[in-house]
């Protein structure tokens, strides 16, 4: 699919700043990598469909940003068919360990203890045999060349190596892989890992026995038992997705379909919404312009997800989605929020930006969406078996624990609206700790105020809680999002926030496809991660 030109120069777009826009009725792909784009819009090309392309650009993307996801993560879709017009969820994000873990705490993010039970390739697996036409083969075997012939270390992948050098280094295969004479190895040189396409190589003809129920499966337990964990081979075994009915939910008319719990982002995505709906927002304008509009959306942002905190798997704690959802909840929940000041945030509890996010549409209309991540800070505990990162996905069982067995509350948010005509008007989602934020901000932007997809991601933004943020109760807002007058009547009315670079990395980077009512699809890559979009 590639020569060593090819990625060289797709390498060398992989930077942070300003881009161009895609537009095509044949298909577009938006990543936060060009490599991962073109995997996705190569395969389009060659009659492939979205799911076909999403997931052969998932794979491929555990080999190019190692650093924000891995094949031992999770995967989680939105998916519309065209033919028939529905529209499912896969939930593919970590399980609990059967003997459970109690008394968790950061430090133990560092060891065994927080490893979680995977579901990437048991969800990548399950959307390939429902909704693609080509064999894991096929799928797999860009991810499997970009391992076996490498990629250059691009500008972020660098940072994320460095500032993660001493975990990447403890283990034989991390030094064989970042590091040269125990040096890491530097900006633009290639990194090769032969050992992740051999394991790749045996996931594809051996599906998701080789990874759940084999040798593989072995190693790894064993790996994360030494290191202190408790996983054991019934956790990989029991481990099955989810095929879900989307939350729905309308904002101004518009359907909206927004992954459910316990991935329960999309759900926020509505809820925030109908609070929204409460508000004259098309009088005031955005954040920008407004500071009645920067306090209300950061409060609407922040507080919502924090409440869904209190969420469990609805396997085993039932959740009354239909009133959260309801516009009646919303209108009650204005008038108490109106009652009392913001509601304070411990930015030691704020996760640390990661994962991946990328959309697809194809030419027959399909669209899909997915998140997929490692959930914690890059090669966290330092433990890799057969050239894969074993991931800490237990960083986000501090938002809630789960029973022992019962799959994590996440609030990744992959989404679809739906225009007038029935058809998907918007699809996107986003990675890192402001994703909410970003997918609501980049929503109005383009349903109230008309915007095109690639104004529209480089707008300024609200953001979240800051990782390690200096301030209690505080959100980012990006510097240029409102005035010096704006942000001082927002914080007199409570809001406490930390201004930050214009499009910081603390702000989410969407990854969305507009589709006009004509069928042209457009996406524009964020200015705030190293993506690309492409239409075929």
Same mark, same amino acid.
């Given at each position: 699919m590639f020569d060593v030109d090819d990625i060289r120069q797709l390498s060398d777009r992989a930077i942070f700043g300003r881009?161009?826009?895609a537009s095509g009725k044949e298909g577009v792909a938006v990543s936060s990598h060009p490599i991962v784009t073109r995997v996705a819009t190569a395969i389009l090309r060659a009659g492939g469909n979205a799911v076909d392309a999403i997931l052969a650009a998932s794979l491929a993307q555990t080999v190019v940003e190692p650093h924000m996801t891995t094949a031992f993560g999770m995967l989680s879709m939105m998916h519309y068919d065209a033919a028939t017009g529905a529209t499912r969820y896969l939930n593919g994000s970590m399980n609990a360990p059967l003997a459970g873990l109690g008394g968790i705490t950061g430090a133990d993010l560092a060891t065994g203890r927080g490893v979680a039970v995977p579901g990437f390739w048991a969800a990548w697996e399950a959307a390939r045999e429902r909704h693609a036409t080509k064999s894991r083969e096929e799928l797999a075997a860009p991810?499997?060349?970009l391992a076996r012939t490498g990629i250059p270390i691009y500008p972020f992948l660098y940072g994320m190596m460095f500032e993660q050098a001493g975990k990447i280094g403890l283990s034989e295969d991390g030094r064989e892989i970042y590091f040269r004479d125990n040096a890491l190895r530097g900006p633009g040189e290639v990194v090769v890992n032969h050992r992740l396409a051999d394991t790749l190589e045996k996931?594809?003809?051996g599906g998701v026995d080789y990874f759940y129920r084999s040798r593989f499966t072995e190693k790894v337990v064993e790996t994360v038992r030494a290191a202190g964990g408790v996983l054991t081979m019934e956790d990989f075994d029991r481990f099955a997705p989810r095929w879900m009915e989307p939350a729905w939910g309308s904002y101004r008319g518009q359907r909206i379909a927004g992954s459910p719990p316990p991935d329960n982002g999309g759900t926020h995505i509505i809820e925030i919404l109908n609070l929204i709906e409460q508000i004259p927002l098309a009088e005031w &304008?955005? %954040?920008t312009d407004s500071a009645d509009s920067l306090y209300w959306l950061s409060r609407?942002?922040?507080?919502?997800?924090?409440?869904g905190a209190a969420q &469990?798997? %609805?396997?085993s704690w039932p959740t009354p989605l239909e009133t959260i959802l309801s516009k009646d909840y919303a209108a009650m929940r204005f008038e108490l929020m109106k009652m009392r000041d913001p509601v304070p945030v411990d930015p030691a509890r704020s996760p640390y930006p990661g994962s991946n996010h990328l959309t697809v549409v194809d030419r027959d209309g399909n669209v899909a969406t997915v998140l997929h991540s490692v959930m914690s800070?890059?090669?966290m505990n330092g433990l890799m078996v057969d050239g894969m990162s074993l991931w800490s996905g237990a960083a986000h069982f501090a938002r809630n624990m789960p029973k022992p067995g019962d799959r994590a509350t996440c609030y990744v948010a992959p989404h679809i609206i739906f225009g007038s005509n029935g058809k998907p008007l918007l699809a996107a989602g986003s990675p890192s700790v402001a994703l909410i934020q970003n997918c609501v901000t980049n929503a109005l932007n383009i349903l109230d105020f008309g915007m095109d997809i690639e104004t529209s991601v480089h707008r300024p933004r609200i953001g979240g809680p800051i990782y390690g943020g200096s301030t209690a109760n505080s959100v980012a807002v990006e510097l240029d999002c409102g005035t010096p007058a704006i942000h001082a009547a927002a914080a007199a009315r409570g809001l406490q926030f930390e201004l930050t670079s214009p499009w910081s990395f603390?702000?989410?980077?969407y990854e969305g496809i507009h589709i006009s009512p004509g069928g042209v699809a457009s996406a524009c890559a964020d200015p705030r991660r190293s993506g690309a979009a492409e239409a075929v």
């Open positions: 881009k161009r826009m991810a499997i060349e996931m594809a003809t &304008g955005m %954040p609407f942002c922040l507080e919502v997800p924090l409440d &469990g798997d %609805p396997n800070l890059p090669w603390h702000a989410g980077s």
